[in-house]
C-alpha cells in the first residue's frame, strides 16, 4: 500500500509540475525542454543532471532497433569517455517493468522511465528510436527519428 501511495505521489507530483510549466516544445537551436520523469530507483532526474554534450534517445522494449542502438551507442562511449552523456528514455508506460528489461539486456547507460509520456510529448516524439544532441549550453544541435547514421555517430563521438 506504501509504495502505491508514493507511486501515486510521485506521479501527481509530474503533473503538477507539467501543468505548472509553459509548455515547453523540442526545436532544433532552441533550449531544449526539461526531462519530466524519473530514474529506475525513482527519483525525479532533470536535463541539467548531465553535463557536457547529451545525447537524449527515446526507446521502447518492443524496438529491436532500439535495443541495438543503445548497445552500440554504450560501445561508442566506453571507447571514447567523457565525450558524450548518454541518457535514454524508456516510453513503455506502466505496461513493461523496464527495470526487468534493462538488466535482461544488460544496460548499463541511464536510463529513465517517462511514465506519463509528458517528456515525449515535449520532444514531439512520433516513434522510436528518436534521439537528440543537445549541446553542453543545453541546445537541441540535431534530430534524429530512426537511427542515426553511422558518419554521424563518429561525429559526436570521436569529432
Request: with cysteine; net charge positive; proline share 4%.
Amino acid at each position: 500500500m506504501k509504495n502505491k501511495f508514493i507511486k501515486l505521489l510521485a506521479i501527481s507530483a509530474v503533473i503538477f509540475g507539467s501543468v505548472s510549466c509553459k509548455d515547453e516544445v523540442a526545436a532544433i537551436g532552441q533550449k531544449a525542454p526539461d526531462i519530466a520523469a524519473y530514474d529506475l530507483q525513482g527519483k525525479e532526474v532533470k536535463l541539467d543532471d548531465w553535463k557536457g554534450t547529451r545525447l537524449l534517445t527515446f526507446w521502447s522494449e518492443t524496438c529491436g532497433r532500439c535495443v541495438a542502438e543503445l548497445k552500440e551507442f554504450e560501445k561508442l562511449a566506453e571507447a571514447n569517455p567523457n565525450k558524450v552523456q548518454l541518457i535514454a528514455i524508456n516510453v513503455d508506460g506502466d505496461k513493461v517493468d523496464t527495470r526487468a528489461v534493462v538488466a535482461k539486456r544488460q544496460l548499463t547507460l541511464p536510463v529513465i522511465k517517462d511514465q506519463l509520456k509528458i517528456t515525449a510529448e515535449r520532444y514531439q516524439l512520433i516513434g522510436t528510436p528518436t534521439s537528440f544532441v543537445i549541446t553542453p549550453e543545453g541546445n537541441i544541435q540535431a534530430k534524429y527519428e530512426g537511427a542515426i547514421p553511422a558518419a554521424d555517430l563518429d561525429k559526436l563521438f570521436k569529432g
